[in-house]
């Protein structure tokens, strides 16, 4: 089969020069062939081995396709394989699967080329939890049957709150008893016992069961229910239970650090009873949830029932626990205290005893600081059930009837809702004290001396007696206060028109000529108006330079209390803009030419309005009932199904490109998250509604991708939904092959957040159903003879698809006493039809006979008919 083709050259083979020659193999069988080829070379010979190998496959898989940890999330999860071929013609490959779980294997046959490799994509649905280890048996050309393995393990997302200290799991936090007003601070870990990362956000539970807002549950049973008869119930549990942060992601088995803070408040009753207990205790649940995945809350929603009937699975509850008590501080002898009357310069006290009354908590106060009276110690701690002396003293600083308001404040811990991770200590309570005291003045005497002849520099009429008492002298010399432009008597002529402004001295005021008096001044004589002499010491006056810097100094300060005073009418402006910047209140004043509208009885009886949207700032919490609220109020509106693909307004176009938080993806409704179809048949067409539901207060872009065969006839693919609107998308699911379905699609919110619907279904052929499989056909009694026998059979459809139907005769009974009708017919998705089944009697019919139930693209079903004859002798 070798064949060697070659020229021998006469002459002998110069140096440099070569001869050619062609080995040429032919092969008569499928066999691999070896030989030899000798050269003689002079007197060498080498022996040139020659194989013939026939062209094979070498196709090549791996063992093993390993998923590893995987989230029970319903999403569908690719791995691929790929078949190498190393040969040199192309190798064949089919893959059969025939395990419990449900693999899509694409693609199951092919070719690999030579030199080449196929790629195998192997997909998992993890919609249950557990072990998977499966085998898929792969057939590869010139190799045989090999097993590969599937692995992987479905682990539930778990959400773990830990304690601090400890690290255990932690099913409650206990605050304990606090005063209104005040706010107590726990940490713990949030903990991601999962392998995938996690959106997370906390939702407050205010309507669970199990929850009390503001019972005394130390009470009786009748105490307790009239007083939730009392109590207000729409509060608002997020001004109670702060928990920063209340966002976030977690990375997988990771823990984050969440503070929860407890503040409570006094809810105010529609009236007061003398009875009612002052403690308040409370029990919330605070949820931490897996944001943006509430598309189960939908499941029902086609039928009616409420968005958040069903809760998600991947949660964790956290019970808050905690009492409010109000500060209870009893004075003896009383709030309003009375002191003695006083004179100016004295001084009267009070001692006043101050008790705690509570049982619980201690209490820190201070006094603030009132004109003309004083308390020692003026701050201090009071311990449980015990008291506590001050004294209070009256200093009066000047003559009249006091009644002031001594302003007590109760000190404890408080936090701001920006930042919650730090306590500060400040007033949270105030109590009032009223002081009541009188100042009087003394009667002062008095006394008048004769002046022995030297007149002093002020003195009486007609300076003989002089006032010693209570009389003020001035500690300077009196000087002119009249301008001397203002009189013209006795003054010089050069001087009469001058017009300087400058001030007359009065005649006894020598003493004040020669002090230091200021630069900018002048004083003339009463009479000529000549200008006097001042004295300026240089040692003592100030200079140009020191004048300007204290007209400076005095211009820093001007400005200064000029700015405050601008700060202050800001600070007003703005605290009036917040009070009118309302939907209520357009800043109008009372009575500004405004009439009262005329109020009839059906105001009164207009539908309660309707709950505000949540606001977009991170600083709020959700809660269930908010939640509730919103949800109904977008459910409760007409459902929209026409909307557009693209944003097209300048409003849409800036909504659609927001990044939402995950508290915002939580308001957000996308759902079921599994679309189940159920039993459908092959080369049907079945539609289910994907509702999305918008509770923002912002349009949101809905696009959704569909790379399934099964579900091309989806549409529409894109939406822009408005605030608080709720709309669907009809999916359409439609297949050739028999079998179980199990994909996914995926959609995308704003064009950034990413989710996924699992889409589940069961292709089964077209089938038809018998009521019974055999048929006994006997006569009424008092027929007469020759009666026909008839009997009824139920043909029914428990498909969707309509099925076409033949009644045939057994092979080979062409002379059948037996008959069927209808022949042949249609019977309507998830419906029957009733069918006669008539003998015929006579002389040689046989009593037994069998017909077949053929359907069109489906089944077939045998049906035993037999004639019961009874003979009277």
Known sequence: QFKLIVENPEKLLASGLQVKAVVEYTPECAEDLQDTLTLLVDDDIVHIPVLGLIPYCDLEIQSEVDFGEMIANSKLVTKQISISNHGTIAGVFKISYDGLVLLNIKPVRGVVKPKSARKIRVDVCTDVPGVIREMMKVELESRGCINVWVKGVVVEQVLKVLGVNCGKVLKCINFGPLYFGTSKTEQIYLYNESPECMDWVAVLEDNAIGGEMGTDLQGSTDAVLHDLSLKTKDVDVSTLILCAPNQGTLEPYEKSLITVCFSPEKFERDFEVNDASPVQDYVVFLRFETAGKR?????????????TTSIHSRYVDLALMGSGFPVILTFKPGTEINFEDCYLGEQTQVACTIKNESEFLPVT??????????????????????????????????????????????????????????????????????????????????????????????????????????????????????????TQIH??????????????????????SLRPSEWNKKFRTIFTKTERYNYIDPEFAYTDSERLLREENKKHYVRFISHLRQRRLEREAARQFYIYNNPVSLGIKPAEGLKSPNISISDFLMEKPQPEMLPLDDNYMLTSRKLAAIVSKSTNKGVWSWLSPMPSSAQEKEDCSLTLTHKQLHQIFIGPSTIDFGDVCVYSTTTKELHIINNLSVHIWIQIEIEVAELQETSPLSQVVPPLTKTYIPVVFETINAGMFKNSFSYKINNKHIGHVLVVAHARPIELQLSRREVILSPVSGCLAGTEFRRTVRVCNPRNQPAGFVWRPEAGDTKSAFTIQPARGFVEPYSDVECEVVWHPAFSAPETGQFTLSVRKG????????????IHG
């Open 491 to 512: 003054t010089h002529r050069k001087n009469r028109n001058r017009q300087d402004g400058a001030h007359i001295a009065f005649p006894n005021d020598r003493a004040a």
């Open 859 to 870: 089944n077939s079903v045998n049906l035993k008919c037999s004639a019961k004859v009874t």
């Open 295 to 307: 598309g189960s809350s939908l499941q029902n929603l086609s039928d009616g029932a409420t968005a």
């Open 365 to 486: 106060f201070r006094f603030r600081k009132t004109a003309h009276f004083s308390v020692s110690p003026a701050r201090g701690k009071i311990k449980t059930k015990s008291q506590k002396e001050v004294v209070i003293s009256f200093s009066p600083h000047q003559i009249g009837k006091f009644e002031i308001k001594q302003i007590i404040d109760i000190i404890g811990t408080g936090v701001d809702k920006n930042n919650v991770d730090v306590l500060k200590t400040k007033p949270f309570h105030q109590i009032y004290l009223t002081l009541h005291a009188v100042c009087k003045s003394k009667q002062a005497s008095i006394v008048f001396t004769i002046n022995p002849g030297l007149t002093p520099l002020i003195s009486n009429e007609t300076g003989q007696f002089v006032v010693r008492g209570r009389g003020q002298l001035s500690d300077t010399a009196p000087v002119a206060i009249l301008k001397s432009i203002r």
